[in-house]
């Protein structure tokens, strides 16, 4: 209904014009009389417009403006200013009274509108004029007294509407109905419906439904024949009590004879009273084509359960379903045909039902005899009674699961198990009071075929038990229970399922997954698992559920024995993120397996501090923290490197000539540890000199200074050193046998590698017993600085300590060998040398000269060493 112009006329303060608090304010000055009211009551309108443009939805929007979400926000009129492009709006749980014309005009695009619980008394006409895609509309419990047809006339795509529970007391549809040949699912009724006229639902003769549900008042009182033989529907929903006129329940059945029914339900049918009648309300459902047949709420008693299930057994009915009705006993109890009821049922649901009486309503099991899936949820037995397991026969599946079953009265071991429920494939034992494991098993070896066990949310687990199962079982749930490391002894191995979730377990034993080769799906999702084991192994497992648990770290060797695993979940762990989880998160990456099916959201760090609540997929190291093939490269690098960088140094220092010189004075110490003790200073001096000057060294320095009086004893290799041993031992033992060593300097003498050693070990010696002892002579001139660096200490002597120079004038020669006479002393008495006794010229001679031949005729390593003595 379009609203009124606004009038301009100034009504005092307190007709001030809607709008945002400052408006008013404005506007309330601007409409008190004044010269200039005129003026600012233009404006004051312009700026209340602008101001009703912006004022905020209550509303919120999702699914790109697509949907309004209006839901209990106390609203008493459909808001202003909705997106023209909703496709969906729920305004249900609100105060709306009533819906006008122009509350939906510019939603033209919309499919979906929900106006349930409100207190919706009118809708106009057109109310729903521009809303011609409208399919789905909801106007359960509000307070129409009338069927709003005329609403309804645009509306030719609706395919599902609701308009029960209103207060209308009619039934009977307008032509327009007639006219949603898109309608699909139909709800009508409420609690002022008691008649049912044989044509209140003439208007859907031509629309094939899927659903049609009819609520009445408590106690319907007139049900015309006919009124459901205009319905072409395959399911069908009575929502009405027939305590007063049970008589129209076999009417109602007649009239859907040859119908489209599958599927039909029954609420409260009997609500106050038990059928205490002997006529057989249910006749006529034998005719019927339905195969699911329900009962919620109502009344029963053993009498009327009989009469139903009765007619099941003669109808097509597959499936019965009795879910929280009310049974009781029959005061006069009709014993005629016990036994004789057990329909054929593909699937039989007895659920939320306080009286367990109804599993033996006749005092037999014989009904279910005939049930191949049978589900017994909530009814409050706490045993099975021996002759129940025989009835069971023909029994596939068996769901016990919400009641209070214990151990001994499950398998009670006076009853007979053997043959019994030959067929059972699946057990379902969830939400019981059972506690030993054993027991469950021992259940399992009676039935050849069981390869499904549900025993979920139970205490099982908790004992030490040794279990016998059946070889067939293949598939085992036993989250929510008491699970430790020792009730794995106890599962069984034959396995390809096992959900362990949520039971408290801490730890693993992996001698299980190696004796169970079919495993391929293992849950433990919720536990308190610390660690995963390296050497997990299991050959065929192919899903793994590991989160919510307590361990906080994977490697890329957790799950390597697990060759066709390609499912993991693990989020929800306090994981370390460290160099190990990043491994194994990039080698997942690459190899594409195991598929992460939690990733990324629910994986955080725990650990290190500085990372805490990081999500892990935020979590990058630096380059070479984990890249351990590249650290690795560096390092070896960097060794090599630093190796080539030493070899250079060592080799401009000629570090090796002093490691060999060394190496060499310790074997000579060695051995010299190990020969007979020598006397010191055996010689007065021994003469260190190059090949080259050995002429020199003969003519002038022997002759002079062992022809003196007294005679001085010099050491000199050609002639002293001892045949046939190590030329390094010679050379240690007579520069340690000898008072002073002299160094015959020249420019052969820097070229002799074997002067050198002489020069390190003097050196050497001088350490303990002071440079006094070493004595120069320098026979040609030298440059010090030109020296080679090998020749560092002889370098350092010439620029400390004072030589002698070898003068090549005769008349200067008296004077050096007076100086040379005065730094050797005074010739005292020396004993004989260590391991020698005085020895004549002549054998020393021979020594000598078989030293020499020895060096120019062998090739031996050893001869090669004195030759090389031989050539200083």
Known sequence: MPHPAPSLAPRGPAAAPPGPPRCRAVCGEAMRPSPASGTRGLWCVVLLALAGTAVLLPCRLADRNQTGLCKGLSLAQVPRGLPGGLRSLDLSYNKLQEITAGDFAGLTQLRHLDLGYNNISRIAPDAFLSNVLLEQLRLFNNSLARIPAPALRPLANLRWLDMSNNPYRSAALDGVFGTLRHLRVLSMGGP????????????????ALQKFALKSASSLRRYEAGAFSWLNTTELWCDMALDESVAALPVMLRDLRG????????????EFTYYQG??????????????KLVFYRGKFNENLLRLALLNVQRSRVRQLELVAIDFARSPQWNSSGVGAVAPRLDRLLLQDISNPDVLRFDWTFTWLSGVAALSIINVNFNYVPCDAWAEMRSVEFLNISRNRLEDAYIYNQRCHYHGVMPKLESLVLANNRLQSLATVASLTRTWPRLARLDASHNALGSLQETCQWGPTLRWLALHHNRVTAATFGCLPTTLEYLDLSHSQLDRLDMGYFARSPRLRELLLSGNKIKFIPSEWSCSSLEVLAIDG???????????????????LTAGNNPYHCTCDLYGFLRETQRRGRPRLGDWPHNWTCYHPEALLDTPVASYAPRPLECDVPALVAVAVASTAVAVAACAALCWKLEAGWYVRATYRLLQAKYRASHASTARSCAYHAFISYSRADAEWVRRELLRRLESAEPPYRLCIHERDFMPGRWIIDNIVENIENSAKVIFVLSRSFIDSEWCNYELYFAHQRAV???YQDVILVVKEPIDARGLPRRFARLRKMLGSKTYLEWPREPGRQPFFWMQLRSLLGTP?????????????????????TSTTATSTAVTTSTVTIITTTTST
Request: aromatic fraction near 8%; hydrophobic fraction near 35%.
């Open 192 to 207: 002022l419906l008691r008649d049912v006229a044989r044509g209140d639902l003439a208007a859907l003769k031509d629309t």
């Open 259 to 270: 119908k489209p029914l599958d599927y039909l339900r029954f609420r409260n049918l009997f």
């Open 278 to 291: 002997t006529e057989d309300p249910f006749s006529g459902l034998a005719e019927l084509r339905a195969t």
């Open 549 to 567: 648990n307590s361990f906080g770290v994977i490697t890329r060797g957790s799950f390597v024995n697990m060759p066709r695993l390609v499912s």
């Open 768 to 770: 303990g017993l002071g």
């Open 828 to 848: 005292g008495g020396l004993g004989p040398s260590g391991g020698e006794e005085e020895t004549d010229v002549d054998a020393t001679s021979t020594s000598t």
